[in-house]
């Protein structure tokens, strides 16, 4: 019986895991792959969608892709953001707000068009949850979603999302 329910909790859990000997090494191979999806849906006329998170785990892929776009000439004019999850209540320039967070460790460096970038709205009302997380969750059916993902895996083994496995649903608030 345990084992069923072992099976049953983890059965939606078939995202692969990459392993690297040091958070630099990562950060430059994370950012590797994402710029050859961004380019290869360049080339072929098309939207890389990427879902992305805050804190310390991806800082360094954010700076690897801004190096990339400076350096290297890595347009973002075709890419799509969705970010995970804000703060209630929040305004978004607040220096707490994940929108600043975005702003200074990535999107201010790019030259990706900001109708493009979409972070939940930390102002709004409760009541207003449910039909804006409708609205995202359509935006994500389009043909290109969800090409990408990078979430955050902090020390204790939170993870971006703090809720079990489960089949796939529409987005809501914890």
């Known amino acids: 019986m345990h084992r069923l329910n072992l099976l049953e909790a983890t059965r939606f859990e078939k995202l692969p895991v990459t392993v690297y000997r040091d958070k630099e090494t990562a950060a430059v ?11 290869s849906k360049q080339a072929r006329g098309e939207q890389a969608v990427l879902g992305l998170a805050t804190g310390a785990t991806p800082v360094g892929v954010y700076e690897e892709l801004v190096h990339l776009h400076r350096e290297e000439g890595l347009s973002f004019r075709n890419v799509v953001t969705f970010n995970l999850d804000e703060y209630y209540p929040m305004q978004p320039m607040s220096p ?19 109708a493009n970038i979409h972070i939940p709205d930390g102002t709004l009302a409760p009541m207003r949850w449910r039909p804006s997380a409708s609205t995202t969750s359509g935006r994500l059916r389009r043909p290109a979603a969800s090409t990408y993902s990078c979430w955050a895996l902090g020390a204790p083994g939170t993870r971006a999302s703090t809720s079990p496995a489960r089949p796939p649903t529409r987005a809501r608030a914890w």
């Open 96 to 114: 707490q707000s994940y929108v600043t967070f975005m702003n200074e460790h990535l999107f201010d460096h790019l030259d990706i068009e900001r």
């Open 29 to 39: 191979q994370m950012a590797a792959r994402i710029a050859a999806l961004i380019r």
